[in-house]
């Protein structure tokens, strides 16, 4: 009896955390395929413009002022950052980029956990790891990849504010979607997912019967709805 209760509770832990340990396993994975020959040639011509000018951040020049570029800021910035605590170098602009890429393999299955299932979530973060794209574009300092993950944990927060309605997190949401638009505009799709959370949290909050339905226009809470849009 004592070795059937033990093996349901190692059940019980284990679907509790398979998840957890999957998404790390797949992390340090991925990680580890990234790091390889990291300081190698990369041959991407934007890469060593983008380095000059988060090098150039680094020493106190003023973006656009003293440093001309066509890039947004925050391309620059975070690297700058840690040229100015650490010795500059390709390898450590290229850790971050890195840095990025594993965050939006988080966020891509939270995603599909939440839509789906864990297992969906495993594999979808597995799949995004080894898309071509995705991994050359993670091992050079350029901030595609890096948008597209920002914008991607955007997408997670939103979907996670039509779960709980808490406008804190619909506020953060919004922070790290901007973030991601002042790193290269390329989640800017992504702001009509954000605005359809909204729409559909305050949508599901309208409990109405069937002969109710064509009044729902005028029952949905127009005034809250402009107030999370202004969070």
Same mark, same amino acid.
């Given at each position: 009896?004592?070795?059937?209760? %033990?093996?349901?509770? +190692? ?7 398979? !998840?957890? #340990?999957?998404?790390?396993?797949? /992390? ?6 990234? @790091?390889? %020959? ?17 090098? @150039? ?14 890039? &947004?800021?925050? /391309?620059? %910035?975070? +690297? ?13 602009a290229r850790w971050l980029e890195i840095g990025y890429a594993l965050l ?6 939270? =995603?599909?956990?939440? @839509?789906?299932?864990? *297992? ?7 799949? $995004? *790891?080894?898309? &071509? ?22 997408? /997670?927060?939103? $979907?996670?504010? %039509? ?9 953060? +949401? ?6 991601? &638009?002042? #790193? ?8 009509? /997912? ?11 909050? =309208? ?7 064509? @009044?729902?226009?005028r029952s949905f809470p127009w005034r809250v709805l402009l107030t999370d !849009?202004?969070?």
């Open positions: 009896m004592s070795l059937s209760k %033990q093996e349901d509770r +190692t059940r019980r832990w284990w679907r509790r955390h398979s !998840f957890r #340990i999957g998404l790390v396993v797949i /992390l340090f994975f991925s990680a580890s395929i990234r @790091l390889y %020959q990291i300081s190698g040639f990369s041959g991407n011509y934007d890469e060593g413009a983008h380095l000059m000018v988060a090098w @150039l951040l680094s020493e106190g020049y003023s973006l656009y002022t003293e440093v001309g570029t066509n890039q &947004l800021p925050f /391309l620059y %910035q975070p +690297t700058a950052w840690l040229f100015a605590v650490a010795e500059p170098s390709s390898v450590l939006g393999l988080i966020a891509v299955a939270g =995603i599909a956990r939440l @839509l789906w299932r864990p *297992s969906v979530g495993l594999i979808a973060a597995l799949f $995004l *790891s080894l898309e &071509l794209y995705y991994f050359r574009g993670s091992r050079i300092f350029g901030g595609s990849v890096a948008s597209v993950a920002v914008g991607t944990l955007a997408v /997670l927060g939103a $979907l996670y504010y %039509q779960k709980t309605g808490s406008r804190k997190l619909l506020f953060l +949401t919004g922070v790290i979607f901007s973030f991601s &638009l002042f #790193i290269k505009p390329l989640s800017l799709f992504a702001g009509f /997912l954000l605005l359809s959370s909204v729409i559909a949290h305050r949508w599901q909050e =309208i409990s109405v019967s069937d002969v109710e339905r064509p @009044l729902r226009f !849009f202004l969070y």
